[in-house]
């Protein structure tokens, strides 16, 4: 998980994953060990330049200062490039070794793929990929850049194989790895790097960047877990004499043999040496290749943050791919989110989440016959993150549900501990790319203190939420671009009034339908005094929460039945009822007794009556850990079975497991939580009563 890793972003690759914006790696290695000073400093400029026209960032990959560095400034590709330096080589192997020193590293193709792949990067632009060496039968010589395309999901945009290498063993060694390998042209032709043809084909080609792009989003929509290599043929004008390059390879690689070079240092070497015995006009060949990559590089990253931004986008857009045994078409069309407005069906556009985030600090005692009220009596006491919207975030993420979060925090100047922690924490932690976070200059990050006794109970707890006052239509309009590419949006009751306002309208118009989660007591009633229950289609409040929303919109106090299971179901029934005139569906949290919601054959575009509603029950738990992050879980859950398509019922006992899971962990949400343990079949492992 990434937040094991030392990573350090540039400003501009930061905001540009916070915000999902189009990034594409690059490795390092080209600088340091391709090609001599300052070929390798005027080159690397250029080819970020080119990527920027194409309207995505260039993510420069290296290793620096005991952290693996995502996005390098002018002054630290100098640094790589400079003769001076003493750069290392650095690949899969090496990565821990380099980290460890401090030293400086340029990454591999292996090792930027892993590099990008924790950063959320899906695009890599290198010059060409390495491969089976040639006479890899005395000497098993084969390059980690091929284990690594069959066990990282990125896909690496290159000239092919570089031609000092076996291209066919290569291409089999890469089927048997099950990564695609795709010619980016009219022909399947594979390139072989300073030539547009090897003599061996690609097992289909593609003409657009949309077709490229429409293969990586479909590879990411079925969770395979390998790479995929686009081989783009060197434009004629760079194209080299394929007999003059052999020629001065074989005299390369036999220089390698005598001179004992061997591993990682041999095609450096002949690299260079290939480009001496060629005049130079092997590296103008490299050069124009590498530019050529950069710009179909940055074309499929922008195609492919589009289609992540656009639901029902697993087609290819007019486009024809040809293979070897089929020809296949299809001409369905991907509009704008804006234009057409999505169904209150389920949707295949991700979550957006809108709401807090905080520190949570809790204590819990221990039993002790001797505890006092007034005295310090033994416990523990954990430091985790919460906050309801961060909570059902997280949810969303370890069910593939792959949500996008909008929360604040503290400002990062301010040199408060706890805006950094948590700062750090959505940024890293969750997943690259998952939160965007704005930070408050002078506010304190949210924080939630809670004490709980020795049975997990909780008996008080304190708030400190005056950042959540940001959350607000402004900030909301700031980003709007993330909410039009949403398939439903979930809010919680720490969104301010304008906030939850602007929210409910924007859903609205774009037909995106609104789950609404009332976080407390009275913060449950902003979805009446906002004026925008009428817009919300799903709400989750406990049996407080939902009587103080219908307080709220009859202008009068209810009393509580009392704690007994009857006088309990009997007040949530009476609630319900009270909420008839609403069109929106209550998922009903009721603790231990488990929830009230419509059941079998609920569809929540429809308003539900109140015979509809039946009591799910709660299942038995063997030992309660903690209640905290439960009904979250149960939100989180609930409405990622919903995203995936499951019938309500499925979706009601999906949330209930998830909140039964919750329960049993000290964490708020478990992280035993996979679509595996959530979304089973176990038809009695929840029961109606």
Same mark, same amino acid.
């Given at each position: 998980?990434?937040?094991?890793?030392?990573?350090?972003?540039?400003?501009?690759?930061?905001?540009?994953?916070?915000?999902?914006?189009?990034?594409?790696?690059?490795?390092?290695?080209?600088?340091?060990?391709?090609?001599?000073?300052?070929?390798?400093?005027?080159?690397?400029?250029?080819?970020?330049?080119?990527?920027?026209?194409?309207?995505?960032?260039?993510?420069?990959?290296?290793?620096?200062?005991?952290?693996? %560095?995502?996005?390098?400034?002018?002054?630290?590709?100098?640094?790589?490039?400079?003769?001076?330096?003493?750069?290392?080589?650095?690949?899969?192997?090496?990565?821990?070794?380099?980290?460890?020193?401090?030293?400086?590293?340029?990454?591999?193709?292996?090792?930027?793929?892993?590099?990008?792949?924790?950063?959320?990067?899906?695009?890599?632009?290198?010059?060409?990929?390495?491969?089976?060496?040639?006479?890899?039968?005395?000497?098993?010589?084969?390059?980690?850049?091929?284990?690594?395309?069959?066990?990282?999901?990125?896909?690496?945009?290159?000239?092919?194989?570089?031609?000092?290498?076996?291209?066919?063993?290569?291409?089999?060694?890469?089927?048997?790895?099950?990564?695609?390998?795709?010619?980016?042209?009219?022909?399947?032709?594979?390139?072989?790097?300073?030539?547009?043809?090897?003599?061996?084909?690609?097992?289909?080609?593609?003409?657009? #960047?949309?077709?490229?792009?429409?293969?990586?989003?479909?590879?990411?929509?079925?969770?395979? %877990?390998?790479?995929?290599?686009?081989?783009?043929?060197?434009?004629?004008?760079?194209?080299?004499?394929?007999?003059?390059?052999?020629?001065?390879? %074989?005299?390369?690689?036999?220089?390698?043999?005598?001179?004992?070079?061997?591993?990682?240092?041999?095609?450096?070497?002949?690299?260079?040496?290939?480009?001496?015995?060629?005049?130079?006009?092997?590296?103008?060949?490299?050069?124009?290749?590498?530019?050529?990559?950069?710009?179909?590089?940055?074309?499929?990253?922008?195609?492919?943050?589009?289609?992540?931004?656009?639901?029902?986008?697993?087609?290819?857009?007019?486009?024809?791919?040809?293979?070897?045994?089929?020809?296949?078409?299809?001409?369905?069309?991907?509009?704008?989110?804006?234009?057409?407005?999505?169904?209150? %069906?389920?949707?295949?556009?991700?979550?957006?989440?809108?709401?807090?985030?905080?520190?949570?600090?809790?204590?819990?005692?221990?039993?002790?016959?001797? !505890?006092?009220?007034?005295?310090?009596?033994?416990?523990?006491?954990?430091?985790?993150?919460?906050?309801?919207?961060?909570?059902?975030?997280?949810?969303?993420?370890?069910?593939?549900?792959? #949500?996008?979060?909008?929360?604040?925090?503290?400002?990062?100047?301010?040199?408060?501990?706890?805006?950094?922690?948590?700062?750090?924490?959505?940024?890293?932690?969750?997943?690259?790319?998952?939160?965007?976070?704005?930070?408050?200059?002078?506010?304190?990050?949210?924080?939630?203190? !809670?004490?709980?006794?020795?049975?997990?109970?909780?008996?008080?707890?304190?708030?400190?939420?005056?950042?959540?006052?940001?959350?607000?239509?402004?900030?909301?309009?700031?980003?709007?671009?993330?909410?039009?590419?949403?398939?439903?949006?979930?809010?919680?009751?720490?969104?301010?009034?304008?906030?939850?306002?602007?929210?409910?309208?924007?859903?609205?118009?774009?037909?995106?339908?609104?789950?609404?989660?009332?976080?407390?007591?009275?913060?449950?009633?902003?979805?009446?005094?906002?004026?925008?229950?009428?817009?919300?289609?799903?709400?989750?409040?406990?049996?407080?929460?939902?009587?103080?929303?219908?307080?709220?919109?009859?202008?009068?106090?209810?009393?509580?039945?009392?704690?007994?299971?009857?006088?309990?179901?009997?007040?949530?029934?009476?609630?319900?009822?009270?909420?008839?005139?609403?069109?929106?569906?209550?998922?009903?949290?009721?603790?231990?007794?488990?929830?009230?919601?419509?059941?079998?054959?609920?569809?929540?575009?429809?308003?539900?009556?109140?015979?509809?509603?039946?009591?799910?029950?709660?299942?038995?738990?063997?030992?309660?850990?903690?209640?905290?992050?439960?009904?979250?879980?149960?939100?989180?859950?609930?409405?990622?079975?919903?995203?995936?398509?499951?019938?309500?019922?499925?979706?009601?006992?999906?949330?209930?497991?998830?909140?039964?899971?919750?329960?049993?962990?000290?964490?708020?949400?478990? #992280?035993?939580?996979?679509?595996?343990?959530?979304?089973?079949?176990?038809?009695?492992?929840?029961?109606? !009563?």
């Amino acid at each position: 998980p990434m937040n094991r890793l030392p990573i350090r972003f540039s400003a501009a690759v930061r905001a540009a994953l916070r915000t999902r914006q189009p990034v594409v790696a690059l490795e390092s290695t080209i600088i340091s060990h391709g090609m001599k000073y300052p070929e390798n400093i005027t080159t690397a400029r250029a080819v970020e330049e080119i990527v920027r026209e194409q309207g995505a960032t260039p993510a420069t990959i290296a290793v620096m200062d005991h952290h693996l %560095q995502i996005g390098l400034s002018p002054e630290q590709l100098e640094l790589l490039g400079s003769p001076s330096s003493t750069v290392t080589k650095t690949s899969r192997r090496d990565l821990p070794v380099v980290l460890a020193s401090g030293g400086l590293g340029a990454t591999t193709v292996a090792a930027t793929m892993i590099a990008a792949h924790q950063a959320g990067i899906a695009v890599f632009v290198t010059g060409g990929l390495g491969g089976v060496h040639r006479g890899v039968e005395h000497t098993m010589d084969v390059s980690a850049d091929l284990t690594e395309l069959g066990r990282t999901p990125v896909s690496v945009v290159c000239a092919g194989v570089k031609t000092i290498l076996d291209v066919g063993r290569t291409l089999e060694y890469l089927e048997t790895e099950g990564v695609p390998v795709i010619t980016v042209g009219p022909t399947r032709d594979f390139p072989a790097f300073f030539t547009a043809r090897s003599g061996f084909k690609a097992m289909c080609n593609l003409q657009t #960047p949309q077709e490229c792009a429409a293969v990586i989003h479909a590879k990411q929509a079925l969770g395979l %877990q390998n790479g995929a290599v686009f081989a783009v043929p060197i434009p004629p004008q760079y194209e080299a004499d394929a007999e003059v390059i052999e020629k001065a390879i %074989q005299q390369a690689l036999s220089e390698t043999e005598s001179l004992g070079i061997s591993g990682k240092e041999v095609t450096p070497y002949v690299l260079r040496r290939v480009a001496e015995q060629t005049q130079g006009a092997s590296l103008a060949s490299n050069v124009g290749l590498i530019k050529n990559n950069a710009r179909v590089g940055a074309q499929i990253a922008v195609e492919l943050a589009r289609l992540q931004h656009t639901p029902n986008s697993i087609a290819v857009p007019n486009s024809t791919i040809t293979t070897s045994a089929t020809t296949s078409s299809s001409d369905a069309s991907v509009c704008s989110v804006a234009q057409t407005p999505k169904s209150r %069906q389920q949707s295949s556009g991700h979550p957006f989440v809108f709401g807090g985030s905080t520190v949570d600090i809790t204590a819990r005692e221990e039993f002790c016959e001797s !505890a006092q009220q007034g005295h310090t009596n033994p416990g523990s006491v954990t430091v985790s993150f919460g906050g309801v919207a961060r909570n059902v975030t997280e949810v969303l993420h370890l069910l593939q549900a792959q #949500p996008c979060l909008l929360t604040v925090c503290g400002g990062l100047e301010d040199n408060n501990p706890l805006n950094k922690l948590l700062y750090d924490h959505l940024c890293r932690d969750l997943r690259q790319g998952t939160a965007t976070v704005h930070t408050e200059p002078g506010c304190s990050a949210a924080v939630y203190n !809670a004490f709980f006794d020795s049975a997990g109970d909780l008996v008080r707890a304190c708030g400190s939420m005056a950042v959540f006052d940001r959350l607000d239509a402004a900030l909301l309009h700031q980003h709007m671009p993330l909410l039009e590419a949403a398939g439903v949006a979930c809010v919680d009751g720490n969104v301010a009034h304008s906030g939850l306002e602007a929210l409910c309208e924007a859903c609205d118009k774009l037909q995106i339908p609104v789950w609404f989660e009332p976080t407390s007591v009275t913060k449950a009633r902003r979805v009446v005094s906002a004026g925008v229950l009428d817009k919300v289609q799903v709400i989750t409040p406990n049996l407080a929460e939902l009587r103080s929303i219908c307080e709220a919109l009859s202008g009068r106090s209810l009393r509580a039945y009392g704690d007994s299971e009857d006088a309990i179901l009997t007040e949530a029934r009476e609630l319900i009822a009270m909420m008839e005139q609403q069109a929106c569906t209550i998922v009903l949290k009721l603790g231990r007794l488990g929830v009230m919601t419509p059941g079998i054959g609920h569809n929540i575009s429809r308003p539900a009556r109140p015979q509809d509603y039946i009591h799910y029950l709660t299942p038995s738990v063997p030992r309660i850990a903690s209640v905290s992050g439960a009904g979250d879980s149960l939100v989180g859950a609930t409405l990622a079975a919903w995203m995936a398509g499951h019938a309500w019922d499925a979706c009601v006992k999906a949330g209930m497991k998830a909140s039964w899971l919750s329960l049993q962990s000290l964490s708020a949400i478990s #992280p035993a939580l996979s679509p595996k343990s959530v979304f089973n079949e176990d038809s009695n492992f929840v029961k109606t !009563a």
